[in-house]
Antibody
Framework: EVQLVESGGGLVQPGRSLRLSCAAS????????MHWVRQAPGKGLEWVSGISWNSGRIGYADSVKGRFTISRDNAKNSLYLQMNSLRAEDTALYYCAKGLMVVVTRGFDIWGQGTMVTVSS | QSVLTQPPSASGTPGQRVTISCSGSSSDIGSNYVYWYQQLPGTAPKLLIY???QRPSGVPDRFSGSKSGTSASLAISGLRSEDEADYYC???????????FGGGTKLTVL
């Protein structure tokens, strides 16, 4: 069974950092791009970042560019999101999503259950 | 404000056919595939349609997608109470070099 399990969320003060992790199982991890998508409470979906199968192509939403860094470890079947200089508007449920192909431009199919990040003093 | 435009709400009675529209531009829908996601209350989104009109295995053929120019539509026929959910369209945007979503459409089954 294909499964994505996020972790690392929590309550953090503005300006601080947090690192999210996503553990993948049930599929050949290095055959697919991976993404982070977030959803603020009561709001819609917002793509945050995506990374190709070999980390050769990485993209970020303008709202997080320069503050967030996506990475992956294919040997550990894991995806990460390093979040620095956090702001109140980064408060959201962060989903890890599996890409449909090796490249980041072909959509995502499987989603994890999400990990909640709350930025507040 | 979302890059892709969807109606905030839609409704229908059981058995009816409803459609949800998604409007974009030449840099997103106009030159890339459209994907549709269903989000049931309190759950993670689920892929409903990929590459404009393809259904993943397990998705009933009551769900269908189409695309024309810079717009796309999701149609749900034989509406059921369990279809009550939020529906999102998504597409890659060449200008932004990133994914864009519609604001979501809340479907109510009356």
């Amino acid at each position: 069974e294909v499964q994505l399990v996020e972790s690392g969320g929590g309550l953090v003060q503005p300006g601080r950092s947090l690192r999210l992790s996503c553990a993948a199982s049930g599929f050949k991890f290095d055959d697919y791009a991976m993404h982070w998508v977030r959803q603020a409470p009561g709001k819609g979906l917002e793509w945050v970042s995506g990374i190709s199968w070999n980390s050769g192509r990485i993209g970020y939403a303008d709202s997080v560019k320069g503050r967030f860094t996506i990475s992956r470890d294919n040997a550990k079947n894991s995806l990460y999101l390093q979040m620095n200089s956090l702001r109140a508007e980064d408060t959201a449920l962060y989903y890890c999503a599996k890409g449909l192909m090796v490249v980041v431009t072909r959509g995502f199919d499987i989603w994890g259950q999400g990990t909640m990040v709350t930025v507040s003093s | 404000q979302s890059v892709l435009t969807q109606p905030p709400s839609a409704s229908g009675t059981p058995g009816q056919r409803v459609t949800i529209s998604c409007s974009g531009s030449s840099s997103d829908i106009g030159s890339n595939y459209v994907y549709w996601y269903q989000q049931l209350p309190g759950t993670a989104p689920k892929l409903l349609i990929y590459r404009n009109n393809q259904r993943p295995s397990g998705v009933p053929d009551r769900f269908s997608g189409s695309k024309s120019g810079t717009s796309a539509s999701l149609a749900i026929s034989g509406l059921r109470s369990e279809d009550e959910a939020d529906y999102y369209c998504a597409s890659w945007d060449d200008s932004l070099s990133g994914w864009v979503f519609g604001g979501g459409t809340k479907l109510t089954v009356l």
